[in-house]
Every structure is written in structure tokens, then in C-alpha cells.
């Protein structure tokens, strides 16, 4: 079917494993989840931890409406030692 895509698991490092913890993360996609839903309020919190490069994140979040309104929103944080 044109235009549509079935969703993948996106891999994310579980950090409760100490083995983990030694191990260099320099992945360039933090967090990826195809389902986040809002609350009553239009809110959500999500969860991830960070890579360990210290540089600027661009985080972008993307989403539908109900009625099938797009919305769209970026935010930068820096990442510091």
C-alpha cells in the first residue's frame, strides 16, 4: 500500500545491566516511539537516556490528531560533561 509503513522496534540500551555502563553510546537516534499518547491535557512524558557525546540535541516530536490534524515541534538541549 503507497504511503504506508508498518513500525519497527527501535532499540534502546537498557542501563540497568552495569556491563552497559562501560560501553561508549554515540548513537545519533536517542529515542524513537511510534505510539507516545497525550493525555486529556494534550501531554506526554517520555523517557531516554541521553548518548555520550557532548554536543547540542535536537528533539522532534511529530504526531496526529484524532481528527487528523498534523502537529509538529522541536526543542534543543545541550548535553554537558
Do not use: C, H
Amino acid at each position: 500500500m503507497i504511503g504506508y509503513a508498518v513500525s519497527r522496534e527501535f532499540y534502546s540500551p537498557q542501563y540497568a545491566n552495569e556491563s552497559m555502563t562501560n560501553t561508549p553510546d554515540y548513537r545519533a537516534t536517542l529515542y524513537w516511539n511510534p505510539s507516545v499518547q497525550t493525555d486529556a491535557n494534550g501531554k506526554a512524558t517520555v523517557t531516554f537516556y541521553n548518548a555520550d557525546n557532548i554536543t547540542t540535541i535536537q528533539a522532534v516530536a511529530e504526531g496526529i490528531s484524532p481528527t487528523g490534524q498534523p502537529g509538529y515541534g522541536t526543542l534543543n538541549y545541550s548535553v554537558k560533561k
